[in-house]
């Protein structure tokens, strides 16, 4: 399990390090963005989402305690979130906005998710797992939207 921490923490390094760089590779933050950090963003976002099933897999499984998903799914939470406020902060092209904002949608929507199944792994309350399907299929809507909007666009 304390890999599966490690992975984490250095995938946050590594997320927050790429939506931060500027898309031709410089160190300098971008405030306008030609559709390449909204993809970057959006790439992450979706790993975290496949990420999220292999916790919730595990758990359901016994593989890992529910501390461990909770641990887990609040890093989710914390990566998602870092990304999502350095999307929310880019100016992008108008090529690229309809994508942008449902990478947004789909962000913030996510989140809702990951907070309410870390909630749920730490009380057992099954509200929050109610509540955390309603969040994951808003996000699934704006997912289909995105990717839609993603094959028509790149």
């Given at each position: 399990m304390k890999k599966y921490v490690?992975?984490?923490?250095?995938?946050?390094?590594?997320?927050?390090?790429?939506?931060?760089?500027?898309?031709?590779?410089?160190?300098?933050?971008?405030?306008?963005?030609?559709?390449?950090?909204?993809?970057?963003?959006?790439?992450?976002?979706?790993?975290?989402l496949n990420y999220s099933s292999v916790v919730l897999n595990q758990s359901i499984h016994g593989n890992i305690s529910r501390r461990d998903a909770m641990v887990l799914m609040t890093t989710l939470l914390t990566l998602n979130s870092q990304t999502l406020a350095e999307l929310e902060a880019l100016e992008t092209d108008e090529k690229y906005a309809d994508f942008?904002?449902?990478?947004?949608?789909?962000?913030?929507?996510?989140?809702?998710?990951?907070?309410?199944?870390?909630?749920f792994f730490e009380t057992d309350e099954v509200i929050y797992v109610i509540r955390a399907r309603e969040w994951f299929n808003a996000s699934q809507e704006y997912y289909t939207k995105g990717k839609e909007e993603a094959e028509f666009i790149f």
């Open positions: 490690m992975c984490m923490a250095a995938l946050a390094v590594l997320c927050a390090a790429g939506i931060a760089l500027a898309a031709n590779g410089s160190d300098e933050p971008v405030a306008k963005g030609d559709g390449n950090l909204t993809l970057s963003a959006w790439n992450s976002f979706v790993e975290n942008q904002n449902y990478t947004i949608g789909a962000m913030r929507t996510f989140n809702g998710y990951l907070f309410n199944m870390a909630k």
